[in-house]
């Protein structure tokens, strides 16, 4: 690993390094906007796989081999966790990126999980066709509460509308209520199982009144504050932490759709090869 291409010190605390977050496109700039909001302090750095989006129609091989590509780059800042801020490539690709990097790598899917398995009735799982496919949520609910009533709906057509910039729209109410109603009518608690689904939850409150959201990524950043708190250490600056974006691949509208996911101004992006 060339430390020198992240611009990390050889001789920093680990406390003082980085957090690095990836997604498959732009939506996991929802779990950077919680982190901004949860651990000011910490320097983030953001990975967003846009010229390979979307990843929820791909095949396990496939995933797993971009979440690898995608840890790998990260690790040229020398951070001292990744957050994979992507429910599909922590359906696929945590286990075979924790094998092998140096620091630690938490997903989206077991916050989500326990935070789901902690309410009372059944709950529904809305997510990528990949990551639906995956159960990846069901047997990670299950070995909290192995009683636990679990319905899920895959709605693949939600990144592309999030992506779009789309967020307030008839026809995204129209296909998120579409979806939702294959959920049972007794279900009231559904979990964002993508991290793209935040910045439509109008739609989707409008398309199921009255329903509590689980948002995966919030979730995450509090399971990231947990591990601050124990073995890797608060950065020690006082000031805001930086946040430097890099993307494979950079769109025309990325400025404006990214800012909404992200709640502020989005600022410089790098485009990194893969």
Known sequence: MDRRAGGAGGGMSRADRPIGVFDSGIGGLTVIHALRQLVPQEELIYLGDTARLPYGSKSHHTIERYTLQMGELLQRHDPKLIVIACNTASAHGLPALQAVSPCPVIGVIEPGAEAAA????????????????????????????????????????????????????????????????????????????????PTLLESLERSRPGTRWIDSGRVTAQAVDRLLQGRLGYRTAGARGSLRVQLTDASSRLKEVGSRFLEEELGDVEVVDI
């Open 118 to 197: 902690s309410v009372p009735g059944p709950v529904g799982i809305i997510g990528t066709l990949a990551t639906v496919g995956s159960a990846a949520y069901e047997a990670a609910i299950h070995r909290r509460d192995p009683a636990k009533v679990i319905h899920s709906v895959a709605c693949p057509l939600l990144v592309p509308l999030a992506e779009e910039g789309w967020f307030d729209d008839p026809v995204t109410d129209s296909i998120c209520r579409r979806y939702l109603n294959q959920l049972p009518y007794e279900v009231k608690t559904v979990v964002l199982g993508c991290t793209h689904y």
